[in-house]
């Protein structure tokens, strides 16, 4: 695929541009401090841990798009390949979401395990301009990425993404998605400024529909603003169709220069085919050469970072 939404993620992971920095705000509607983005899109991501940490967390998913204008998410992990991806979208006055695993240059496919989504109804909702989508993510925090978001002391390094290019078929949570063209980066978070004694009270306001554990296919449907009604879709899981498609270029190798001057051909409109091959990179491709302050992850995993 040419403007493959993966191939703007690579770009994600070598880019060397400026990171930005969590900030705390309350949610007016719930009540709920969050700690995380608030970039000047109009994006949003938060998120709420308790004093003691668990495998739990609360986010908040805000994205200037609305019905049928596109999709957000958030990988737990630094980088969006190799990590579970959460994906949520505005259809019909309802928030999509689906949990994702990407292993490569390609739409990435609905994936379960012991993580899942649960409802928080009073912070999710659609407007005209946004939706707003709050849930508690249970067993989304792990000691390692192929668990879960791997939390730090010092500073944790956190990557966000949405597009505003409409969805092919919005209406069900296995969706194919489109590049993140309408923003991605990284931003800085502390989890000292995240933790609150009210956790528990806020994650019992968790009433909604629930999805992405082992007996489910990860998917959730939940209805706009307020109120504990709702309903779950039942998608089949999706994987990445290989075909004998041509391409205008093909660019081999040439590591990090080779992946930007596929970007930019790719900008011009070109379909692009790129190939790359060599040692593990990422920490979960088995790169052993991790960072000081957090041993999850390589210097490949955070932004800008192996420039």
Not at 166 to 179: I, R
């Amino acid at each position: 695929m040419s403007r493959s939404f993966f191939l703007s993620s690579a770009i994600l992971a070598l880019r060397a541009s400026a990171q930005l920095t969590a900030s705390v705000c309350t949610d007016e509607k719930t009540g709920i401090t969050f700690h995380g983005l608030q970039h000047s899109s109009g994006y949003k991501l938060g998120y709420a841990l308790p004093e003691t940490l668990t495998n739990d967390l609360i986010a908040q998913l805000v994205a200037p798009i609305t019905d049928d204008g596109g999709w957000a998410g958030f990988p737990l992990g630094q980088s969006m390949v190799g990590s579970v991806l959460v994906t949520a979208w505005p259809h019909d006055g309802e928030v999509i979401s689906s949990f994702r695993k990407a292993t490569g240059y390609t739409n990435p496919p609905v994936v379960t395990g012991n993580f899942s989504m649960i409802t928080i109804p009073e912070g999710t909702w659609v407007n005209g301009t946004a939706f707003f989508y709050t849930f508690l993510c249970k067993d989304c925090v792990g000691d390692t990425v192929a668990d879960g978001i791997v939390l730090s002391d010092t500073t944790n390094v956190f990557s966000w993404a949405y597009s505003d290019t409409p969805l092919t078929d919005p209406s069900t949570a296995s969706a194919v998605l489109n590049m993140h063209n309408g923003g991605y980066g990284s931003f800085g978070f502390t989890v000292s400024d995240a933790q609150s004694a009210d956790f528990a009270t806020w994650a019992a306001m968790a009433t909604g529909s629930a999805g992405g554990s082992a007996n489910s296919t990860g998917n959730s449907t939940t209805p706009i603003g307020g109120g504990g009604s709702s309903n779950t879709t039942t998608p089949t899981n999706t994987t990445a169709i290989i075909s004998d498609l041509a391409y205008d270029y093909i660019v081999c190798g040439a590591g990090p220069a080779g992946i930007i001057a596929a970007e930019r051909i790719a900008e011009s409109g070109a379909s692009v085919l790129l190939l790359e091959r060599g040692g593990p990179s990422l920490a979960f491709t088995g790169n052993n050469d991790t960072l000081s302050w957090n041993s999850s992850v390589s210097m490949y995993d955070v932004p800008g970072l192996d420039y």
